[in-house]
Every structure is written in structure tokens, then in C-alpha cells.
């Protein structure tokens, strides 16, 4: 490459994601193929609109490479019709309210510091400004349990046109049979959406559960977590495909067709090929059977890693885990903010990130929780075996976070370590 600035920065950060462990739940490492196909000519090309309707010419392969993609995620996720040109998982999730809902209109969503995501109604969000998000919790932050009857009461009170089941901080499984029943009791017009960007690859693997088998008639999520593609997002969908020529009615038949709508014209223009590239390769590999042990040895390495924490004094929201995120109260583990925590284990390789508790007493900007997880480290190779050693490495660095020295001596014991683990990339 002739740009030295811009190469140099490249290697730096191959090199800081080689000589660390990536504790960052949202993250992974991409395989040869994922980085081949994002680096591809597809970059150059513009194909406003969708397969065999498209606003340029030479479309042969860019519509073939769409295609392939929407048939793979459909079959991973058992949707009827899947919409892969959304570039993240935040404006997937506006795609579906702006096909959805009018100005004005309800939605339930998981309360931020209990689990939820900015675009599930943070303030400062553009939907949260155009949409009334009401918010529901969980029962008990100890057990984790949502609160499926006040969900049931503001149900009842508030008339939801979409209820939205999904979380960013939340390591506990759904009960998404209970999210039907209530959206039942709403009407029959109350759009189910999960937003399972964290757990996609839980689902595709089949080791978590799917929303589509609970009645559910639309899933977002992002490509690049535990789905281990590119950088972007999908929207997945129940009903009917169509290609009217008019807008068609707003039922919950057509969803699939308002998503294409909201998503191009309505939000984007040109997709971005390259990436619907990646993801096509992504889901491929998401479709083999080593995925499926990858996704059970994600899981077995988070239980793991949750016991090893509370074993040195870190208390967990919810008491464990059974997904792959973990949540620790710093704050009241050792009196010390999560700020504190993730600055500490960055000096020593160890990447995380500080986290709201559920109804914290602390700022955003310096709450009391982190949150880590296991699909990056998995993606690396590490096991059961290891994560004690992580856990060890986490609290050492916590009792010694004033002795530069000793943290020293800490970042060259994660380096030796770490360097022992090749990234998928390298092959
Ligand atoms: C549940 C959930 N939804 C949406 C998003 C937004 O995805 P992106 O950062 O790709 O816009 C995230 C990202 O962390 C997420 O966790």
C-alpha cells in the first residue's frame, strides 16, 4: 500500500488485536474469506434497488451475490424473506419502525440499564424523537426475569403498535412465547420484532432460541457479532414477498415488502455489494457444522468464565449467564467504577467495556458495571481451561490497578499468551 500512514495504522491495530484477548461482546475476528470479499471490486459498483429491479445497469453478479446472500440468511434463520442491504444494525432497527409505525406510535422496549439498546428509545436517538417508547424491565436484577406482567399491564394500558424483544446487556434467554401471548392480547395488528443482534449466531447455530418459532414476524440484527461477518445488518421477516408497484397496505402480510420500501428508498441508496458479499460468505460458514461447535463452545466458555469471576469476588447481574455476555457490578464488587475497570485491563490486553447496572446510582460515563464476553476469544481458540486464567488475570489487575510495574508484568503474560492463538485471518 503507498499510503505509509494509513498501512502503518492497519498493521498497529492487527498487531493489538493479536497481542490481546477481546473481551468486547459485540466483537469477533473474521475469517480470510469475510476480509477477501469486503476488499473486493464490489466496492466500485452501484445497484439502487434490489435484485432484478435495480436503478443502474450491470447488475449480472451484483445480483446474483445479493441473491445467494438473501437465500442463505432466509435458510439460517428460517425467514420468508430477508433484507441484507441494511450497512448496520441501527438503522435496520429504524428501517422496521419507519415501515411500521406513523409518528406518534407506541413501542415497547427493554429498558436501556436493564439490557436494551439506544435505538430500543434512548432520548437522543431520531426514533425516540418520532416515536413513543415506553419502557419495560426486568422483575429482579438478581434472577434476571423480565417482568412479563407489568410488560402485560402497559400492554394493555398503552396499545403498542409494535412490541420489540432484544437487548444489547442482557444475559439471560427470553421468553418469547410470553411477548406473543401479550402482543395476542393487544390485537392482531401488533408487530413482534426481536432485535437479536448479540445472539444471531446463538440462533443460526440453533443453540439459542428463535423468535420465528414463537410467533415473532420480524428479527434485526448485526452481521458482525456472533455471526462473525462484516460490519452491517439484516432485517428478517414472516409474510408475504411481494413487488407492487404502489405501496401496499400496512398489515402485518406484507411486512417483508414495507421492509424492502423502508429500507431502499425510504432510508438508503446505493447497498453496499461488497459487504452483502461478505455477509454471503459469512452465512455460509455460519451454515456448516463447525459453526454449530463453535456457537456451543462460545456458551461453554462464558458459564465457565461467569464462575471463575464470582469465584474472585466480581457479582454478576443476574447471578451468571446463559448466553454468551456477562455483566459484573464493579461498583459494588470493589468499589471502583467500570471506567476505572476497562482503563485497568486495557494497560494489560485484556479489552473491555464499562457498562450501566440496571437502574444505576452511577453516571453513564462512569457506571458501575462492565460487560464482557467469550464469542471473540472463542473465535481465537480458547476454551473452558483458559478462562480461569483470564478471570485470575482480571482481578490481579484490579487489586494491583495503582503498580504500573506490576501491570507490566501482567501485559507481557496476556501478550505470550494471546500470540499462542492465530487469527482467522492469518490463514
Ligand atoms: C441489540 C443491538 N441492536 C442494535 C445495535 C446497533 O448495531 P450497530 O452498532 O451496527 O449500528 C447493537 C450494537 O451493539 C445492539 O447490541
Redesign the pocket.
Known amino acids: 500500500m503507498d499510503d505509509t500512514a494509513i498501512a502503518q495504522l492497519i498493521a498497529a491495530e492487527e498487531k493489538r488485536q493479536r497481542d490481546g484477548i477481546e473481551l468486547i461482546p459485540?466483537e469477533n475476528y473474521v475469517s480470510r474469506d469475510v476480509l477477501t470479499a469486503m476488499g473486493s471490486v464490489f466496492t466500485n459498483k452501484y445497484s439502487e434497488g434490489y435484485p432484478g429491479r435495480r436503478y443502474y445497469g450491470g447488475q449480472e453478479n451484483t445480483d446474483q451475490v445479493e441473491t445467494i446472500a438473501i437465500e442463505r440468511a432466509k435458510q439460517l434463520f428460517g425467514a420468508d424473506h430477508a433484507n441484507v442491504q441494511s450497512h448496520?444494525?441501527?438503522?435496520a432497527?429504524e428501517a422496521v419502525y419507519f415501515a411500521w409505525l406513523e409518528p406518534g406510535d407506541t413501542v415497547l422496549a427493554m429498558d436501556l440499564s436493564h439490557g436494551g439498546?439506544l435505538?430500543h428509545g434512548n432520548p437522543m436517538t431520531r426514533s425516540a424523537k418520532l416515536y413513543n417508547f415506553v419502557p419495560y424491565k426486568m422483575k429482579n436484577p438478581e434472577t434476571g426475569e423480565i417482568d412479563y406482567d407489568e410488560l402485560r399491564e402497559l400492554a394493555l394500558k398503552h396499545k403498542p403498535k409494535l412490541i420489540l424483544a432484544?437487548?444489547?446487556a442482557y444475559p439471560r434467554e427470553l421468553d418469547y412465547a410470553k411477548f406473543a401471548a401479550i402482543a395476542q392480547e393487544v390485537g392482531d395488528q401488533c408487530l413482534l420484532m426481536a432485535?437479536m443482534?448479540?445472539i444471531a449466531g446463538l440462533i443460526a447455530a440453533g443453540v439459542a432460541k428463535n423468535p420465528f418459532d414463537y410467533g415473532f414476524h420480524v428479527i434485526t440484527t448485526?452481521t458482525?457479532k456472533t455471526l462473525r461477518g462484516p460490519?452491517g445488518?439484516m432485517i428478517l421477516s414472516k409474510g408475504t414477498v411481494s413487488t407492487p408497484l404502489k405501496a401496499p397496505e400496512k398489515t402485518l402480510e406484507n411486512i417483508p415488502t414495507l421492509i424492502d420500501r423502508a429500507v431502499f428508498p425510504g432510508m438508503q441508496g446505493g447497498p453496499h455489494e461488497h459487504i452483502i458479499a461478505a455477509k454471503a460468505v459469512a452465512f455460509r460458514e455460519a451454515l456448516q457444522p463447525e459453526f454449530k461447535t463453535y456457537a456451543q463452545q462460545i456458551l461453554k466458555n462464558a458459564s465457565v468464565l461467569a464462575d471463575e469471576l464470582q469465584k474472585r469476588g466480581f457479582k454478576l447481574l443476574t447471578g451468571g449467564t446463559s448466553n454468551h455476555l456477562i455483566l459484573a457490578d464493579v461498583y459494588s464488587s470493589f468499589g471502583i467504577d467500570g471506567k476505572v475497570v476497562e482503563e485497568t485491563l486495557d494497560k494489560i490486553g485484556l479489552t473491555l467495556n464499562k457498562n450501566t447496572v440496571a437502574d444505576d446510582p452511577l453516571p453513564p460515563f462512569r457506571p458501575s458495571g462492565i460487560r464482557l464476553g467469550t464469542p471473540a476469544l472463542t473465535t481465537r481458540g480458547l476454551k473452558e481451561d483458559d478462562m480461569a486464567t483470564i478471570a485470575e488475570w482480571m482481578r490481579q489487575a484490579i487489586d494491583k490497578r495503582e503498580d504500573a510495574a506490576a501491570l507490566e508484568i501482567l501485559r507481557r503474560e496476556v501478550r505470550d499468551f494471546a500470540r499462542k492463538f492465530p487469527l482467522p485471518s492469518d490463514s
Do not use: L
Not at 448496520?88 to 438503522?91: E, F, R
Open positions: 459485540s448496520s444494525g441501527a438503522p432497527n439498546h435505538t432484544g437487548f444489547s432485535d443482534a448479540h448485526t458482525h460490519r445488518g
